[in-house]
């Protein structure tokens, strides 16, 4: 049987041990997909690891690579993944490209200020974005609250949106550690103001008479700054800055740990809470962009306002002294996971949708 050919335009693949969010997605579906029998999925870079200068090239050098494709009759969709900014500028760029060969394609939204980018770009750069969308065969949002954005906003029918919740691929074999004799806190993603990082220290500071946790960040960003607010505080003793770790090693950390925290201003469905849920971690997180779709207060994790530093000192208080609340969210969160949420039915959604596609795009 022919295999269906499927091109996936990334901002990059990443390496063990860097990527943001869609590079992670891109090295799972990467390692997945080699050998499959039904799927010859290729990747084409369209941003680099490197300097943004050099984003062009990129850019250019993947125009280059379908155009080859679609020659060599290895081109039966286009999968996009679009982000805010540079990468909706860049996108637009290469749908241009892809009618001119008369490749179908589909957007995959990622981005957690994607809507408010769309609403202050130029009416111009807003106009090439809707052509861009109409164009799509369809458009992959992470939760039921883009796509009412997208339908409602960019005038897509609700019949070309397709729902497709983020998912997190387990990719280290080690056992959860239950004999923790410290409550172990854990925050993973990018160090910064809207992951809601600083807020976490003042809270963490808030509770430093109690004895019976320690805390461990983990991420690249504003790292120095952290570590000085943390060194102010006088709570260095208890709280423990990693930097930047590759997603093996993090998970390691992840099964040593109990309450996972991301107090965000803005996301879309975060890789991080997802991770947390499949490691049956207790989740307090914040009620923003698509998280409310997976996160049920007071059953699959807790939730509270973003920028309530007393609420959240107030709930990471409660969850340390209640090792019973503790196994019960992580329980509840764990079993969505694997009933929702896990990369063996992501997968099997995507492939569906490829298919589906694909035999109907004449």
Known sequence: ?????IIVATPSVGTKNSGGGISVIARDWAHSFKNDKTYSVQFVVTRGNFSYLLSPIFLFKSFLEIIILKFKKKADLVHIHVSQKGSAYRKILLCKLLNILDIPYIFHVHGSNFHNFFKKSPKWIRGLMLESFKNAKSTIVLGKIWENFVSSKM????KNIYVLNNTAKIVTSKKRNKKNELVKIIFLGKLSLRKGTYDLIYALNKIKNNKKWNSTIVGDGDIEEIKALIKKLNISDR???????SREDSQGLLI?????VLPSYAENMPLSVIEGMAFGLSIITTPVGATPEIINNNKTGIMIKPGNVVDLSKKLQKLINSKKLQRKLGKNAKKYYLQKLSYNVYQKKLKNLWKGLINSKN
Request: glycine share 4%.
């Open 155 to 158: 005038h897509i029918p609700k």
């Open 1 to 5: 049987m022919k295999k269906l050919n």
């Open 256 to 260: 040593k740990s109990d309450i996972l």
């Open 239 to 245: 709280v423990k800055v990693t930097g930047w770790l």
